[in-house]
């Protein structure tokens, strides 16, 4: 008789529609874990892959950009850029014109009125004057 109320015990408890809620949702939670750990973690392989992604295409534009600047540095128009401005050589019938704006920047431009560069700070300067070691102390402590 104790066996079979120790027994109908059990068989009431297991069987109790609360007891089977609550297990069910225990294996749930307990099933849904490794699914959002594995969620998370493709979450974030995704968003480094676009990170990736991003990255890949600002280097084909740096790359783009670079083969446009070396086409230009091998090109005959670099060429001649290069020969006004430095060594100021100029076209037959050409005059040469350097304007000096209020900020200090130089503009080169050819007779036709057409600007070759606009470079800051293109000003040629006189090279300083080397002081002696004595008037570079004065300088120093008294200015």
Not at 20 to 37: H, R, W
Not at 81 to 104: D, M, S, W, Y
Not at 122 to 141: A, D, G, I, M, Q
């Amino acid at each position: 008789m104790i066996n079979r109320r120790k027994n109908n015990y059990f068989k009431k408890i297991f069987f109790n529609q609360k007891f089977l809620t609550l297990l069910g949702l225990i294996v749930i939670i307990l099933i849904s874990f490794p699914f959002a750990k594995n969620a998370l973690k493709q979450y974030r392989v995704n968003r480094e892959i676009n990170e990736f992604k991003k990255e890949i295409i600002n280097l084909q534009n740096k790359n783009a950009d670079l083969k446009n600047f070396v086409s230009y540095l091998e090109s005959d128009q670099f060429a001649e850029e290069q020969a006004r401005l430095n060594l100021g050589l100029k076209k037959p019938g050409e005059e040469l014109t350097v304007i000096k704006t209020a900020a200090g920047n130089a503009s080169v431009s050819t007779s036709s009125g057409a600007t070759i560069f606009n470079i800051p700070g293109y000003e040629k300067t006189k090279p300083e004057v080397k002081k002696s070691n004595p008037r570079k102390w004065l300088n120093y402590f008294f200015k």
